[in-house]
């Protein structure tokens, strides 16, 4: 149950200061770690997802492969390929490639107020998504993403549009 999830809370330095419960950091909108992973094929597209509809926010919106946050005690590399499993069914190798800060109130009142690590991957084989977690997924050209963005803005995630639009994320391509 997410309302028992405990995450890592930090200050501006992006370091821990304790951890709080998943819901209770986002209605008060603490400052916490999170992360978001970008994973490509060998065709340069990118697998990107629809959220489930039962998400406490962003449901139904089309994302990054996949965003979590570390448990108490996990490193980030153990928590990043964890949470590629659990939501997307498969892993691979990931790399570092930036992390920034954001900060965003949804219509339901929960605010995201993240420094969100960028990891990156690649994978070209099969896999079966969790239905849990996502409702559809697909492959896309970073063409065909970022003009659908300009099209239709509200059928993604705020912090996937923040990534595409940082100048870290082109240097990492």
Excluded at 38 to 62: P, Q, T
Aim: net charge negative; glycine share 6%.
């Amino acid at each position: 149950m997410d309302s028992e999830i405990k995450i890592p809370v930090v200050d501006d330095q992006d370091q821990i200061i304790g951890y709080e419960e998943k819901l209770l950091v986002h209605r008060k909108g603490l400052l916490h770690r999170a992360f978001s992973i970008l994973v490509f094929n060998d065709n340069g597209e990118l697998l990107i997802h629809k959220r489930a509809y039962n998400k406490y926010h962003s449901s139904g919106l089309w994302t990054n492969t996949c965003c979590g946050h570390p448990n108490p005690g996990e490193s980030m590399e153990d928590a990043v390929s964890r949470r590629l499993e659990e939501e997307m069914g498969f892993t691979c190798d990931l790399f570092f490639g930036f992390k920034f800060h954001y900060k965003t109130t949804f219509d339901n009142g929960l605010t995201e107020n993240e420094i969100d690590h960028v990891y990156f991957g690649k994978y070209n084989d099969d896999f079966v998504v969790n239905p849990d977690e996502v409702v559809d997924f697909k492959w896309v050209s970073m063409d065909e993403v970022r003009s659908s963005i300009d099209k239709e803005p509200e059928a993604y995630s705020y912090w996937f549009k923040e990534i595409l639009v940082n100048e870290a994320f082109e240097e990492v391509l």
